[in-house]
């Protein structure tokens, strides 16, 4: 086993963990399961989490009461969100072990992502995780990708993480830092 390379969840978290000094308000863009949104509870003091599956949202409802549930599509998280937030997780493509139809889609992953930046607190941090092995994430690859390259450097870091000695379409993670 791979202490460092492991899943890109993980490694997020562990990130999003040592290098977000203020854990205030945190976003989970793609609740799912819940695992990446518990993470997020433990240790930010309020947590706003976008799940567009109904059946996901009342599976988490009274999990932890620092929790926001909200049933929308991230692409509407300024309707939302009225605040700073100091994190905000992506965790793309489709539930596993759920209906794979049911997936992120590249334009309104996109569309979330840049108004996700605008709310961003200043050393805040955004973690995308990228699960290129499906039609869908191949598109969010490229035009997520395309869109933070050209991020102005004075204003923001981003930094790819990409298992390079494994099939090229092992996911990635991508980590956003705002100065
Ligand atoms: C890879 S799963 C997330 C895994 C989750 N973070 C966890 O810890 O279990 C992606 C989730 O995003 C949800 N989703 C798809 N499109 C969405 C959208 N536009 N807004 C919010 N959630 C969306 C899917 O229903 C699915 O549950």
Do not use: W
């Amino acid at each position: 086993m791979f202490k460092y390379v492991s899943d890109v969840s993980i490694l997020a978290h562990n990130i999003i963990n040592e290098y977000v000094e203020n854990k205030n308000v945190a976003v989970d863009a793609t609740l799912g399961n819940g695992y990446d949104c518990d993470f997020l509870s433990s240790c930010f003091k309020k947590v706003y989490a976008f799940e567009i599956q109904k059946e996901a949202c009342e599976k988490y409802i009274d999990k932890n009461n620092n929790v926001i549930i909200i049933n929308e599509s991230h692409h509407k998280i300024d309707e939302f969100v009225n605040e700073e937030i100091n994190c905000i997780c992506y965790n793309l493509g489709y539930l596993p072990g759920g209906n794979k139809e049911i997936t992120t889609l590249a334009e309104t992953s996109l569309k979330s992502i840049q108004l996700s930046l605008n709310l961003l607190s200043s050393n805040g941090i955004m973690a995308i995780a990228i699960y290129r092995g499906h039609n869908e994430g191949k598109e969010e690859e490229s035009c997520i990708l395309q869109y933070l390259r050209n991020l102005p450097k004075n204003k923001f870091g981003v930094m790819l993480h990409e298992c390079i000695n494994r099939s090229d379409k092992s996911p990635l993670l991508v980590i956003v830092e705002k100065k």
